[in-house]
């Protein structure tokens, strides 16, 4: 769907993007991460043609990126702005044209939106006469009004109280169901979690991971469980199989332990070694977070 | 170019529907037509009250010579000065004391201060009457005398390519005065609106939306062009209004002339050559400062940040302003003239300064030629600082910056 290779972007002073390549497939919910400053907006501003890249291509479903793309593209940024102004009826339609879509199809369309999350009553009414998050669900319907194939989203639950995040998340996943390909930048690790196929983190101008979420995730496995057991307080002196690393609590007879595998040994010679002890009430892998993942690469690079 | 197209209806539609935009196009005529009733009250205002002046003429050349006329009455007293004064009731009558000998000053007493225009009459009328007198005690036949005096007034008349024509040198220089201060308000104006316009897309965070979908030179190009026709249909909307509502007026008040009608009039036969002249550099001059005013927009956050940058846009114009409307008029020919007509940044007022008095066709097409490169320089300029300054916040811009803007890629 969208090949970025080897992009390159300088400003004076300094390096926003040095040689990032990213792949996003057709249908995915890619995420974009990165702390403040990495060069994820200067990357969504040059796949939305805002800039040019020093070098470096970037392929829209194989075609090299060029101003034809930009009716099938569909950009939130990140600090939003409608004209203050203008009537919000209006103004979706001037952006919608601006899109590439005609007058009347815009009307149509709009007015299926508008019912759908609930704005009838706003046509007539100037943008600033609405709340920020009422501003902030207007504009997420401009971006989608024209159905891009690619929907760019910088930051999209910014903004959002928990109820209207909700409702905006749902949207993207049912737009994604219905067949658009969705990138977004994020900072909130849990939203990555919870909707994203594959991410890249880029810190520094630079990527420094990409991958499906599930094979990043088994990359960073590193053998450590946590094992709840009850009864007698178990002593370990070493001829178990796993190091154990923490005593994480014992509460009346429960107990919980954090252990590391030793090398090839797996998680069911440790179940063969404890059962005969104690009475086994819980194992489970601790798979780092994503945000784990995120603070350990930043800091490495540190 | 349809983008364009949508981006110079909006800017137009938007600014056309705004309460101050008809206020103004409608306040406009009205403070000329205001303007044009108090013109008539004046012209109207004459004294019309009856003096009666009371001659007492101690020369006795004076006795029964004044001519009366339609509110001054002459009367010839043979009292004394003193019970003269003391008659004076009538506060609209005065008193004019004659000396017997010319050279010491006459007197007017009134019990109101008198008009100067009333003092002149008299004043007028006692020096015809003592140049008679004095021709015939010097034995001059003063019949004769009237018949060969002569009573010249000039009427001008300008010697052109396309033959004679009259002219009214009041009329041109008032042309040449309206066509500076017209193209120097309306660049200053609207070029100020492209500057709010791109302020506003840029504080309100839209800009980046709106260069998701089309170029940043396609965004300005449209709103300088869509605030130029806002300007366009103001100064039609003007002109038809105020031409109605003077043409309206001339009929009540059939004894004022309608000043609109003299004055068109008076530009004669080259009326649609002025005009096209206006207009071309009206154009050009919007394009080329708007693109300007564009590129200050882009490069603050807020308008009042604009100081810094507005000065040197503003200066030129301001200079040549100043210089037009005090000093140029008077002498269109000159060099200085003719170098402020032909550098792009102070042609469009210079040269509407020098039109009326007929610029030679090398001079007005070599301003117009640069007037067309002038604004697609700055416009180049501007949108290469433009492209980059509509994304750049929080950033104070200085010169340098600009520059740094100017250099970058794409």
Same mark, same amino acid.
């Given at each position: 769907m969208l090949s970025i290779r080897n992009i390159v !972007?300088?400003?004076a002073g300094h390096t926003a993007l040095s040689g990032v390549s990213l792949e996003v497939e057709s249908g995915q919910i890619f995420g974009l991460l990165g702390p403040n400053g990495a060069g994820k907006t200067s990357l969504i501003r040059i796949v939305n043609q805002i800039t040019a890249p020093d070098s470096g =291509?970037?392929?829209?479903?194989?075609? !090299?990126?060029?101003?034809?793309?930009?009716?099938?593209?569909?950009?939130?940024?990140?600090?939003?702005?409608?004209?203050?102004k203008m009537e919000i009826g209006e103004q979706m339609i001037y952006l919608a044209r601006l899109k590439g879509l005609s007058r009347d199809e815009s009307i149509r369309r709009l007015k299926i939106w508008f019912q759908k999350l609930g704005m009838e009553t706003w046509w007539k009414m100037k943008i600033e006469e609405l709340s !920020?998050?009422?501003?902030?669900?207007?504009?997420?319907?401009? #971006?989608?009004?024209? =159905?891009?194939?690619?929907i760019i989203l910088d930051e999209p639950f910014s903004g959002f109280d928990p109820v209207n995040a909700e409702i905006i998340k749902d949207e993207i996943l049912e737009l994604n169901s219905k067949g658009a390909t969705i990138l977004f930048s994020t900072?909130?690790?849990?939203?990555?979690e919870e909707l994203c196929d594959a991410i890249a983190l880029l810190d520094k101008s630079k990527k420094i991971l990409d991958g499906?979420?599930?094979?990043?995730?088994? #990359?960073?496995?590193?053998?450590?469980?946590?094992? =709840?057991? #009850?009864? =007698?307080?178990?002593?370990f002196n070493g001829a178990q199989p796993f190091e154990l690393m923490d005593d994480i609590a014992d509460v009346e007879g429960d107990h919980t332990i954090k252990i590391k595998l030793k090398t090839d040994v797996t998680s069911n010679e440790v179940l063969q070694y404890l059962i005969p002890q104690t009475h086994i009430t819980k194992l489970q892998e601790v798979i780092p977070s994503m945000n784990e993942i995120f603070i350990e690469r930043v800091n490495k690079i540190v | 170019m349809n983008k364009i197209l949508l981006i110079i209806q909006r800017e137009y539609v938007t600014r056309v529907r705004k309460k101050s935009f008809v206020i103004m196009t409608l306040l406009v005529p009205a403070l000329f037509a205001a303007m044009y009733a108090v013109i008539a009250l004046v012209a109207?205002?004459?004294?019309?009250?009856?003096?009666?002046?009371?001659?007492?003429?101690?020369?006795?050349?004076?006795?029964?010579k004044f001519h009366d006329q339609r509110f001054i009455k002459y009367n010839y007293l043979d009292e004394s000065l003193a019970s003269a004064k003391a008659d004076l009731k009538n506060e609209n009558d005065l008193l004019l004391r004659i000396p017997a000998n010319t050279k010491d000053t006459a007197e007017l007493f009134a019990k109101k201060k008198t008009t100067l225009s009333l003092a002149d009459n008299i004043q007028n009328q006692m020096?015809?009457?003592?140049?008679?007198?004095?021709?015939?005690?010097a034995g001059i036949d003063t019949v004769s005398l009237h018949k060969i005096k002569s009573n010249y007034t000039i009427k001008s008349t300008e010697l052109t390519e396309k033959g004679e024509k009259s002219t009214s040198m009041g009329a041109t220089y008032a042309l040449a005065f309206a066509g500076a201060v017209l193209i120097y308000m309306s660049l200053f104006i609207y070029g100020a609106q492209v500057m709010r316009g791109v302020i506003e897309e840029k504080t309100s965070r839209i800009i980046e939306v709106i260069v998701s979908s089309v170029k940043p030179f396609q965004l300005m190009t449209g709103k300088i062009v869509g605030v130029g026709l806002v300007g366009l249909t103001q100064f039609v909307l003007w002109i038809s209004l105020s031409a109605g509502i003077s043409y309206a007026l001339g009929h009540d008040a059939s004894s004022v002339k309608s000043p609109i009608y003299s004055f068109i009039h008076n530009m004669g036969s080259n009326a649609s050559y002025e005009l096209m002249c206006f207009l071309f550099y009206w154009i050009t001059g919007f394009l080329?400062?708007?693109?300007?005013?564009?590129?200050?927009?882009?490069?603050?956050?807020?308008?009042?940040e604009t100081q810094q940058f507005m000065f040197p846009i503003t200066l030129p114009l301001l200079f040549t302003y100043i210089l037009s409307v005090s000093y140029l008029f008077t002498v269109p020919d000159s060099p200085l003239a003719f170098w402020l007509s032909i550098i792009p940044f102070t042609a469009p007022v210079a040269m509407m300064v020098r039109i009326p008095f007929n610029v030679p066709d090398w001079q007005l097409y070599l301003s117009m030629f640069l007037m067309i490169v002038g604004f697609i320089f700055t416009t180049y300029v501007a949108s290469r600082i433009y492209r980059v300054g509509i994304l750049m916040y929080g950033k104070k811009a200085s010169y340098k910056e600009l520059a740094k803007w100017f250099f970058y890629k794409e």
């Open positions: !972007k300088q400003y =291509e970037i392929f829209f479903n194989g075609e !090299k990126l060029n101003q034809s793309h930009i009716e099938r593209i569909g950009y939130l940024p990140e600090e939003r702005g409608l004209y203050k !920020k998050g009422m501003q902030q669900k207007a504009q997420f319907v401009a #971006t989608v009004l024209h =159905e891009p194939d690619l900072h909130r690790m849990e939203s990555v499906k979420i599930r094979d990043i995730k088994n #990359t960073y496995r590193n053998n450590i469980y946590i094992i =709840e057991y #009850t009864g =007698e307080k178990l002593n | 109207g205002d004459k004294d019309q009250t009856m003096h009666i002046v009371n001659v007492i003429d101690q020369s006795g050349d004076f006795r029964g020096n015809d009457i003592a140049t008679g007198v004095s021709l015939v005690k080329f400062y708007s693109a300007l005013f564009a590129a200050v927009g882009s490069a603050v956050d807020s308008e009042t």
